[in-house]
Each structure stands twice: as C-alpha cells, then as structure tokens.
C-alpha cells in the first residue's frame, strides 16, 4: 500500500464548518477519547469528544487539531502545545507517523512520556490504526534510558488511579540468558526503574532484546537478535502474545533454538499473570523457527534448560 500524507490542518476548514451545522445532540458512534496533560506534568487526563469527520483523513485531521487546541479546563495542557512543533503525520496500512520537531528532545522524562501516551491513546482511534510511531525530524526517537522507541499501541499505555497515567516505578525482573556455550539458560535478576505506561510484559522482552547488564555480562550471553523489533505483547487469558518483525528469525548468537525461544518464554514466565506464551512473526505463527521448532506452538516454561554457574 502507497503511503499517504496527510499533513496538518489539513482539513481544518472543513471541520469548522461542519461543526457550525451540528445539531449538538451527541452520537456515541462518533465519541472518541482525547487525552491532555494536567498542569502538574505528572499524568494525563481524559476528554470525551465527538467526531464529525468521516475515514481515516478526516479523523486524523480533526484528532490532531484538537490535540494541538487548549482544553476547555484550563488545568490541563494540550499535548501539542508542549513547546515543539508537529511537522508531518502520514498513515501507512495500520501505522501511524508522527515527525515532531527536534525540540521534542528538550522534554523531560516524565513530561516526554505523559505526551508520547497521550499521542498514542488518542491517535490509535483514528479508523484502521493499531500502532504509532513518533520520529524526530526524521530521525528515531528514544526514551530517557536510551533505549529505541518504535511502533507504539494503546495498551503499552496503562491506566493507573483514575485516568491518570503515572510516570515511573521500580521493578525487579528475573531474566534467562545463555550459558557460555548456548545450549542451557541462566537466571538473573536485573532492577530498575521504569516508566508505568509500559507495561511489565513489554518490558521483559525489551530487556531481553537489550542483553544482559554489565554486571553479569562475563558469565551469560545474550540470545535474541538486537536487530528485532517488538511490534507489539499483550496478555489474554494468561496467554503473552509477543509479536515480532522479521529480524527475529536471524540468529545472529550461537545458541539453540530451544535457548532463543525459552529465553523469552521463561522471562516471561515469571511474571504473575503470564502462564504461556504465543510467539509471533509479523503477526504469523505458521512458521518453522530455524526449522525446528513450530511457532505455532502455545509455550510453556522449560525447567530443564535452567542451568547455573559460579560467578
């Protein structure tokens, strides 16, 4: 599918005067959440609003303008309106790129966040977008710990107290890396802060994707690709869903396919709410992980690849 650009305000004079002939009863069909910051910069809020465009040129538009317009409440701030400029925003299949300009890098962690989960929540209700992805002036955005930041979905965001969506938390995360030789997984336990609109599942595989910390680099491997990109995790029913982009078929460390894949399934396995684990490619699991193993597959945690050793 041909990228379409569609810039801002684009179709601002068409909704203005669409918006002169409402009738002002509301249409719950058209009702979609706008997320603004509060005033503190310590969470957002959300505003109900009714659309009046019709497809995904028109709600985009109109989104965008109204996320770049002051609350009506004036204790909460427009997430366009945080001292950077939006510069283009284009829809390609079921993804959304927003380019801001380079002033973006000059937020804070905590305000950088609040607006990246308020552009995301919104914008991922314009018809057919399931991800967003914010670049800057062209170039790949990170977050405050260095780390890449891609393809976004609403339910990396999550709700805390109220519908306010708060900043940062510490968790201890038990991590399984390769032996030496990567035929056998070893546990380590890696704490740190993080930021609660990423949720504990997605954070697992990124620090997986990341490789083991300094601290233990000279006794575990890593296993996963670096070059993968998560394209989304959720949990259903106990079940992780990670789903990742090609890259991820590429071993480029020498382990078995057993390590790769417990790798993740173990790590994620830790977690309370996670009893297996549905691994993706691009969204398909009919596919043969280096030929011998079935991604098909609803995983479980394999003990028997758990090894030790002295450190």
Known sequence: MSKKRYYILLLIGMLLAAACGSSGRTDRSRVREVYYINNSETGVEMHEYEMLAEGAEGQLAEL?????????????????????????AYIDGEKLYLDVSEDYRSLSATTEILVRAALVRTMSQVE?????????????????????????????????????????????????????????????????????NISLERLVVE????????????????????NTKIVSVSVRDGICYVNFDENFL?????????VAIYSIVNSLGELTNVNRVQISVNGETDIMYRESISLSTVFERNLDLITTVEQ
């Not at 620090?207 to 670096?226: M, R």
């Open 64 to 88: 965008l303008e109204q996320l770049g317009t002051m609350p009506p409440k004036l204790e909460y701030k427009a997430p366009l309106q945080m001292g950077f400029t939006l510069l283009s």
């Open 128 to 196: 057919g977008i399931k991800y967003v992805a914010i670049t800057v002036e062209g170039g790949q955005l990170h977050d405050s710990l260095g780390n890449i930041v891609g393809l976004m979905s609403a339910e990396q965001f999550i709700d805390n107290a109220g519908n306010e969506i708060n900043a940062y938390d510490k968790v201890r995360l038990r991590l399984y890396f390769a032996n030496e030789d990567g035929t056998a997984l070893v546990a380590t336990n890696r704490t740190m802060a993080y930021n609660t």
């Open 207 to 226: 620090q997986l994707l990341s490789g083991p910390g300094a601290d233990v680099a000279d006794v575990v491997y890593p296993v996963i690709n670096p």
């Open 250 to 258: 590429n071993q480029t460390y020498n382990v078995s396919s057993e």
